[in-house]
């Protein structure tokens, strides 16, 4: 059985999954970032969220992004931005959710390396007016800042683990996933 | 006469991405926004390549992809998986179920052209 000490270890190890792979994500789409450790969201006006359940044995959780609209217009490829639906808010709340997706993708890969295979579900996505998110009622829960030149996005980890879970020493002899951008022809 | 090319993902964003990619390169897009909607557009429709996400909801990609395996006749259409997932037991299983090809998120417009003209071209053949 895991110990409190453990479990919040875990815990962090599991943010710096999240960390670096929200780093690699935004710059993949041109996003430079500065990363600071929780904060307080600001009451927006309007705002964009997106929220990815996932679970493995021992460990279940969801990870929540949630950012101004003009910030998701950024995000958005270019190649895209002249659609007619710019800045509708279906195409912002797709956009993030797309994004809340590749992001848990990045995770499950980075913690594929250590044996531990997620279920990832689908993102939900919603927009409005001072969006207020509770604290999860059990489990561990924490924001994550990134700010860029077009403003800040959040990141929420939330993560119930079980009292046995143990999250598995880098296994070396694991073949890497295919990373990002990769493919394989069968 | 055009070859047809279906996406059948969940995010507008990819599926747009997708249809500017393809679409550039002289191909004709239907678009599915999951996997139910896909195999509802794919009868009679001629599609020589499709391109499948594997996390969407009411019918996930390897769903369709089993669906279409057990059906002669999509024998012919070819499959590549597009996806934020690397996990090797799920590309070993769309790899069973007949898939061509594995591609992670985010892919290079140039890359998904060169295996559409690829596999639509081992279809024609």
């Given amino acids: ?186 | 006469m055009q070859t047809k090319i279906m996406v059948a993902d969940d995010s507008q964003m990819v599926r747009q991405q997708v249809r500017s990619a393809l679409a550039g390169a002289g191909f004709s897009v239907i678009e599915a926004h999951d996997g139910a909607d896909a195999l509802s557009k794919l009868d009679q429709s001629g599609v020589a390549l499709l391109v499948l996400d594997v996390n969407m909801p009411n019918m996930n990609g390897l769903e369709l992809l089993e669906a279409l395996h057990k059906k002669d006749e999509y024998a012919k259409l070819a499959v590549v998986m597009l996806t934020t997932e690397g996990q090797p037991k799920l590309m070993q299983q769309a790899k069973a179920l007949g898939a061509k090809g594995w591609i992670i998120k985010p892919f290079k417009p140039e890359q998904l052209v060169a295996v559409a003209q690829k596999l639509t071209a081992t279809t024609a053949a």
């Fill in chain 1, 1 to 186: 059985m895991s110990t409190l000490k453990d479990q919040a270890e875990t815990f962090v190890e599991l943010r710096e999954c999240l960390v670096a792979a929200s780093h690699e994500l935004f710059d993949a789409y041109g996003m430079k970032t500065q990363y600071s450790p929780g904060g307080a969201i600001d009451p927006w006006s309007d705002a964009v969220m997106a929220v990815i359940g996932y679970a493995a044995e021992g460990l279940r959780g969801a990870v929540v992004l949630i950012t101004a609209p003009h910030v998701v217009e950024q995000l958005r490829p270019e190649v895209l931005r002249l659609g007619s639906d710019v800045g509708s808010d279906l195409a912002l709340r797709d956009v993030l959710g797309e994004f809340a997706n590749m992001l848990i993708g990045r995770v499950k890969n980075k913690l594929l390396a250590r044996g531990l295979a997620p279920l990832l579900a689908t993102p939900t996505t919603f927009s409005g007016s001072e969006i207020q998110l509770p604290v999860p009622r059990s489990g561990m829960s924490a924001w994550h800042r990134f700010s860029s030149e077009a403003g800040e996005i959040y990141v929420r980890l939330d993560a119930t683990l079980d009292a046995n879970f143990i999250l598995p020493p880098r296994q070396e002899h694991v073949v890497p996933p295919l990373a990002e951008g990769e493919m394989v022809m069968f």
